[in-house]
Structure formats: structure tokens, C-alpha cells
């Protein structure tokens, strides 16, 4: 009962909605519904999913980041290559220096946007090009297939491992128990501490809570620079994944990710939104997905669910905001 209080109206809409369609789903394919797909469908979005929970740290702010993929692309084909080249084969030294180089870049983006007040989205957009474009010019588009074996072996551990008929193993993907982790850790972290709520209230109205107390540019730095770091984390998980380094593999994807976070209740223009919720806009996200290959859709429809989804949570989010404000208007009258 004690998670049910943190579940907001936004939040619960969507845990119904996620029921209904998986009930209607698996009325027509029995195979979503299976511990196999189910466990495959989560792994397959843990990347996408680590990333929605930066993009719901910058929004919260009242910013804006899409640079967040070509930071992840860049990483990976870095730490990847220098693995290759000086023979190294460890995965935690891979995360060690994925966390540290896409904090570095995540640190430009937060250097640039406060100091040169200028706006966070021009200021992802630039980078955004810059880091994917660099990487073109020094790699020509090469992929490397020869991935070090620790890397490879992340994605393949299972949590609660079952093998089926043909032989094959499958079960809940430590990759998974790891974006989870995550999640529960940033929830934590937005309710309970100083930093996180200020990036509440950075969001709600930066000057008033630089008046209040709380350091803008601590909060603008640490923002973008985490941003960074789990966009490097999600590099090596995609590289696991995949099993290959694509130059272009990420690049592209920010838009299904801010979709997302936007559903799950991430208001655009800062101060509101939560980690719940973005987990089961990402879950829904998810499931539509999946539900298009088992009932073989075409998946331009897809994209243009993407675009919906992002119209009516924007126009539902500013209905929220009027509401509100006219019962504050209300109050005071009253008064």
C-alpha cells in the first residue's frame, strides 16, 4: 500500500490502460502474455527506458536535452575501441569509463547552458550534431564486431533462469534488474533529498527558488552531467544487447523516449512529473511495440502513435495547469 500513495492520477490512468491492452492484446496473440516474451520485451527497452529517466531529470528542471543519444554513441565506439586496442576484457572498468567520459560530456551541455544562459535545447541540438558528427568524420561509419567477452556476457545473465522445451534459457535479464535499480534509486533520490528537490523547484520557477535557497548552477551542472553518465551506462548495456558497435544505432531515438517521459505525466515546461510514471510510459511505449510485431502491424503506425501520444500529454498537461490555476484563483476570491 505504501507504493499506492505515490501513485498520482496520471500514474494510475496508465497502469489501467496498460491492463486493458495487455488483456486485449493477449486475447488475440496468447504469446505476449508469457513469461518468455514478457522478460524479452523489458530487455529489449532497458535502454530506452535508462534513458527516459535522464530525459525526466531535465524536463523536471524545466529543460530540454536531445543530445543524450549521440552521447551515448560516441562512448561506446570510444570505450569500446580503446578495449580493443590495449587488449582489456572488464566490465566494470567499461562501465567505470563509460559513467566518467558521458559525464564529461554531459558537463559541456550543463557548462554552456548556465554560464552562456542560453537555451538548453539549442544548446542539445548543437551538441547533439557535434558529437554524432565527430564520430562520423573519425570513424567513416565502421562497425566493429569484435566485442570484448565481458561486455557480450552482461545482457546474456538471467535472474530466476527457465528452460524451455527446445532447450534454450531465458528469464528476467540482470540488464533489466539494473534500469530497475536505477529507477528506484533517482525516485529515492527526487523525494528525499536537498538536490533532488531542487530540481523540482529549479523547474517550477528558477528565480524563485534561487531566492529560496537552492544553488542553480550546482543544480543545472549536476542535471546535464548525470544525464551524461547514465547515457554512457546505457551505451555499454546496447553494445551487450546488440553485440556490435553501429555508429547510427541510437542516434534517432530521442523522440520515442520523450514520448515516454511526456505520457508518464513529465510536464515540458519543468516542475512536474515522477518516476513511476515514467516507468509506465516506457512500458506502454513497450507494449505497443511489441504488440505490433505479434499482430504483425505495419510499424509506421507506430510513429504515428508517437505523435499523438506527445499532442494530447502536452494538451493534458496544460488542461492540469489551468485547472489548477482557476481553483487558485477560486481560493483566493473566497478568501
Known sequence: MDFM????????????????????????????????????????WTVLG?????????LLSGGFDVSFTAIA????????????????????????????????????NGVIIYYFKITAIIVTIATNSLFYGALYVVTQGDLIYDIPPSLLSLAEIKIFPLQAANGAWYGLSLITCLWFLLAIFLHLFLKHTVLGRSIYAVGGNPLSAERVGFNLRRTTL??????????????????????????????????QVIAAVVLGGASVTGGRGSVPGTLLGVLLFAILSNSLTLLKVSPYYY?????????????????????????????????
Open 222 to 255: 549536476f542535471i546535464y552531467t548525470f544525464v551524461g553518465a547514465i547515457s554512457g551506462f546505457a551505451s555499454i548495456i546496447q553494445v551487450s544487447i546488440v553485440q556490435t558497435v553501429i555508429p547510427n544505432s541510437i542516434v534517432g531515438s530521442e523522440l
Open 73 to 108: 554513441q560516441v562512448v561506446q565506439y570510444v570505450v569500446v575501441f580503446w578495449f580493443l586496442q590495449a587488449g582489456l576484457d572488464n566490465i566494470w572498468l567499461a562501465i567505470l569509463c563509460s559513467l566518467v567520459l558521458g559525464a564529461l560530456m554531459g558537463l559541456l
Open 50 to 58: 535508462i534513458f527516459a529517466l535522464g530525459v525526466l531529470l531535465v
Open 5 to 44: 500513495k505515490y501513485l498520482k492520477a496520471r500514474e494510475t490512468l496508465l497502469l489501467v490502460l496498460i491492463v486493458v491492452l495487455s488483456i486485449v492484446i493477449t486475447s488475440i496473440n496468447p504469446t505476449f502474455m508469457t513469461f518468455d516474451n514478457l522478460t524479452g520485451l523489458l530487455k529489449s
Open 303 to 335: 510513429n504515428v502513435f508517437t505523435g499523438l501520444v506527445i499532442l494530447f500529454s502536452v494538451v493534458l498537461n496544460a488542461l492540469q495547469l489551468l485547472r489548477q490555476k482557476r481553483a487558485q484563483v477560486r481560493v483566493v476570491v473566497e478568501q
